[in-house]
């Protein structure tokens, strides 16, 4: 079975913080994704990246960025977090390159900004 | 842009009883369309993909069905149980990107 893991469930952080919200995935995919989800908005892409060291943007990149190390490793990084940063973050991976695999999804992070 | 449509918002329906699941989208030109599950606090867990050339996908009590002239798809569940109860969303896949829609909150009541 894919394990898509991510490193909180719950999250607080105070305004102006460096936030980092680390996804693993131990199936050797190609591709990763960071989306939040929010009521009323659904899930939105924030960035995806389909190798290592390589990135794009998806619909709502401002005021986040990623880094993508190792294969198995994506990282959401906001760089001074904000209020309306609060969020559900789903981290998710797919084998092949593009959209047009399964996702595979992780548990969530629930991230709090006071 | 992409925009997925999920009606109704939440559903409640009885034990046992068959039900539908509706999701439209305004463009038709896509790759595939993918049904999820999400429970209370949880992450996504992939149900069906249809792909873009196909019409319909059968796992256990559940089917879908994608018509892509018209930008609709059903998620069909027979003989609903409580353990079905969850939030259920649909996805369309552009190049590089899923979009979407807002979900359907469904209850199974024993």
């Given at each position: 079975d894919v394990k898509v893991t991510q490193s909180s469930r719950y999250l607080v952080k105070r305004t102006g913080e460096k936030v980092f919200l680390e996804c693993v995935q131990d199936?050797?995919?190609?591709n990763m994704f960071w989306y939040r989800q929010d009521p009323g908005l659904g899930l939105r892409l924030i960035y995806f990246s389909y190798d290592v060291k390589m990135k794009e943007k998806g619909d709502i990149p401002e005021g986040y960025s990623v880094s993508r190390e190792k294969k198995e490793r994506f990282s959401l990084i906001l760089e001074s977090a904000s209020t309306n940063q609060t969020s559900m973050y789903l981290c998710a991976s797919s084998l092949?390159?593009?959209?047009t695999d399964t996702q595979y999804f992780g548990p969530g992070t629930r991230l709090t900004v006071l | 842009k992409q925009e997925v449509t999920q009606i109704p918002a939440a559903l409640s329906v009885p034990e046992g009883e068959n039900l539908v699941l509706n999701c439209s989208f305004?463009?038709?030109?896509?790759y595939n369309l993918q049904w999820f599950r999400q429970d209370p606090g949880k992450g996504l867990t992939s149900l069906l993909l249809i792909q873009s050339s196909q019409r319909e996908q059968t796992s256990g009590r559940l089917n879908a069905s994608l018509d892509k002239s018209s930008g609709r798809s059903t998620l069909y569940i027979a003989a609903?149980?409580?353990?079905?109860s969850a939030t259920y969303l649909c996805a369309v896949a552009g190049a590089n990107n899923l979009f979407f829609g807002t979900g359907t909150r469904l209850t199974v009541i024993p």
């Amino acid at each position: 079975d894919v394990k898509v893991t991510q490193s909180s469930r719950y999250l607080v952080k105070r305004t102006g913080e460096k936030v980092f919200l680390e996804c693993v995935q131990d199936m050797d995919h190609e591709n990763m994704f960071w989306y939040r989800q929010d009521p009323g908005l659904g899930l939105r892409l924030i960035y995806f990246s389909y190798d290592v060291k390589m990135k794009e943007k998806g619909d709502i990149p401002e005021g986040y960025s990623v880094s993508r190390e190792k294969k198995e490793r994506f990282s959401l990084i906001l760089e001074s977090a904000s209020t309306n940063q609060t969020s559900m973050y789903l981290c998710a991976s797919s084998l092949v390159a593009g959209s047009t695999d399964t996702q595979y999804f992780g548990p969530g992070t629930r991230l709090t900004v006071l | 842009k992409q925009e997925v449509t999920q009606i109704p918002a939440a559903l409640s329906v009885p034990e046992g009883e068959n039900l539908v699941l509706n999701c439209s989208f305004t463009d038709s030109a896509i790759y595939n369309l993918q049904w999820f599950r999400q429970d209370p606090g949880k992450g996504l867990t992939s149900l069906l993909l249809i792909q873009s050339s196909q019409r319909e996908q059968t796992s256990g009590r559940l089917n879908a069905s994608l018509d892509k002239s018209s930008g609709r798809s059903t998620l069909y569940i027979a003989a609903s149980q409580p353990g079905d109860s969850a939030t259920y969303l649909c996805a369309v896949a552009g190049a590089n990107n899923l979009f979407f829609g807002t979900g359907t909150r469904l209850t199974v009541i024993p």
